[in-house]
């Protein structure tokens, strides 16, 4: 596997201790954080502080307001960071994906980091763009917008202090992966059917960590926020116009609160497979405004207990890493003689839908005497007959066979949408060049907030694992970012090939895993 690294802006300063943690990941008991405070001020700190670190922000709205009726703007947000040897830039944006799906090209990314290259001198190594993946319509000339934010944040900059921490939200989001009794695993879709409730096991993890960087200008008050959270944001407005989903909500419910002009930057995580809650919900129209709020709040009520300091530390890294193709040919095959198996699994009934349902009504409602009144079937009783319990035992195996073929059904949509995911995506890596995809990477360490990229869809327990084994405590991994690979699982997930959509909508193979959570490991060892 080749690997390309670019590692700008490391200073040879170590860090200074640091006492600002929200929380620390490790469990530093409260005596010895007090023996670190001691330990700070008792003994001078004899290492260089690093230099001053300037930042500015901006936002610009890209919203295509021609695509239909349109709820909440879509932003571009750029956070411009700058020290005495590094530019690093920071832009999210409220799309789908950098590049591969929906409205922005795949000209998009080299075009924003060509222009910043040639107008501010920034390094296309130092730009990070992230897609918050809310799924609204982007205006055609995004690209010009993200630069005009770029600039705007650039022309801004002032002295910032910085402060890292955590905050935590568990209630807005569920992972969408299904642990079925069969050993397999299906996933909450609007594409399809949810597997029969029997079917179901067990439920995936989530992670709940907010991942916080705060900008303070000088005079205390907050420039700009930074905030990580995994969860897809497409849980939509009961208009049904575009919207930029609950990370815009959050985003709003922050600036909001911290006034000044303040911009909140939200950056996607691993959210694969992470739905907000009541994603499938038929009896309220769904909102993302309350889980933004929710999602919001938390972040506020974690930014009060962070404290900032000028020790603005800036490293950029950036990775080209060469991840295998996954070969689906075998899983292809195995899902079109599963397709068959199921077609041949259906059976006869007399009912259609129109005869069916008021069946099950009656057979619910008066599972003893559901054809008539109870004197009728004492009646027949009395007389030794048992015509009504002889239609009742008639509609019920009609009924059961009926059931049957709407469970077979219901699987042969979730098996098509995913056999036709599989089928482009071998199509894709059959056609591809060399049996490996190049993905960039991006490590960069903001003060104490340290954060990896990958440019697809990391399922949670990626970032879980990331941030379990990294050395730095605060760590956070936005997925979505510097382009689009579609969904990467893990290699367990994997195993799943075809069963979940995020397994049939992916290019890799399972070996990328380990090799991704390898670089990374390195990547955090420099940062
Ligand atoms: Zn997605």
Redesign the pocket.
Known sequence: MRMTTTIVGRSAKPRSLTIRRARNRHGIQPALSLAIVLAVALFPITTARAAQLRAGVAKVDVTNTEAGPVNDPLYAKALVLKNDTTTAVIVTVDA??IGEIGPIKNDYLPQVRSQLQQELNVPATNVLVNAS?CHGAVCADVAERTVQAVKQAHENMVPVNVGAGVGHEDRIMENRRLKLTSGREADVRHAYALPPDEAVAAVGPVDPEIGILRLDRQNGQTLAVVYNFAC?P?QGVPSGGTTADLAGFASTAIEASLGEGAIAVFLQGC??DVNPVLYKDVANPRDAEPLGNMLGLSTIKALNGIESSDNGELRVIQETLELPRADLAGRISAMEAEQARLLQSLKGTSLNLKTFIPLVVKYGVSPEFPSYYSHRYLHEKMMGRDHLARLDAENRGNMERYIHNVHVMEELTRLQTNLNLLEKHQATNAAAEKRTIDVELVGMRIGDFVLVSFPG?LTVQIGLNIKRDSPHDLTFVAG?SNGYIY?APTAEQLKNVGGAQ?DS?CLLAPEWQKLYEQSVAEMLKKL
Request: aromatic share 8%.
């Open positions: 789908v994906a993946h897809h497409i959210a694969g869809e979505c969904y995020e909508d």
